[in-house]
């Protein structure tokens, strides 16, 4: 059975904290993102990964920033908590194809800045 | 630029009767086209997808979704709901390769009541 797993259910930080998101995918799959959800909102794209190393900025990238040192695992790290970013946050990931690949999506992270 | 709108933001509905969630889009170029649903508590899973082919595609658990090309439209469908479909539905669009993106509806809120 296909998983992607994100470190923590839920998240209690402080502004001006560093906080770390991680997720690791055991599909092998080359595309990973991270998407933030809000109520009214939908999901929105901050960042994603098409390879180690490798990152593109999404729709909401600022206060955020990526890591991807190895292929299964993918991090999203606020470098300043701010109680805007108070949100649940979604790690996807996928293969790389002609476009119809599924994304197979982690339980999410909800993250409360106080 | 594209678009996708779920014009819905909540749908109750009693158990066994018909349901229709919307979804239309907006784009110049042909996208796949993708309806996830996320249970109370749990990440997205996909329930259908269209690539090409056949204009009408189904989920193993009952809800199909039409295809119209001309009305951008790609309306989620189940004849006879139960309790188990209570969950929020995003509708999600992805432009063909060469790009990584996915748009995302606002998504559906479907309570069925006994």
């Known amino acids: 059975d296909v998983k992607v797993t994100q470190s923590s259910r839920y998240l209690v930080k402080r502004t001006g904290e560093k906080v770390f998101l991680e997720c690791v995918q055991d599909m092998d799959h080359e595309n990973m993102f991270w998407y933030r959800q809000d109520p009214g909102l939908g999901l929105r794209l901050i960042y994603f990964?098409?390879?180690?190393?490798?990152?593109e900025k999404g729709d909401i990238p600022e206060g955020y920033s990526v890591s991807r040192e190895k292929k299964e695992r993918f991090s999203l790290i606020l470098e300043s908590a701010s109680t805007n970013q108070t949100s649940m946050y979604l790690c996807?990931?996928?293969?790389?194809?002609?476009?119809?690949?599924?994304?197979?999506f982690g339980p999410g992270t909800r993250l409360l800045v106080l | 630029a594209q678009s996708v709108t779920q014009l819905d933001s909540q749908v109750p509905v009693f158990e066994e009767a018909p349901v229709e969630l919307r979804c239309n889009y907006s784009?110049?170029?042909?996208?796949?086209l993708f309806w996830y649903v996320q249970y109370p508590n749990q990440g997205l899973q996909l329930l259908l997808k269209?690539?090409?082919?056949?204009?009408l595609v189904k989920s193993i658990n009952g809800f199909e979704a039409e295809f119209n090309k001309s009305q951008t439209s790609f309306h989620l469908r189940k004849p006879s709901v139960h309790i188990s479909d209570t969950a929020e539905y995003f509708c999600a669009v992805r432009l063909p390769p060469g790009t990584y993106k996915y748009i995302f509806g606002t998504g559906t809120r479907l309570k069925v009541l006994a």
């Open positions: 784009s110049s170029v042909s996208v796949y």
């Open positions: 269209y690539l090409s082919g056949s204009t």
């Open positions: 990964s098409y390879d180690v190393k490798m990152k």
């Open positions: 996807a990931s996928s293969s790389s194809g002609t476009g119809g690949e599924t994304q197979y």
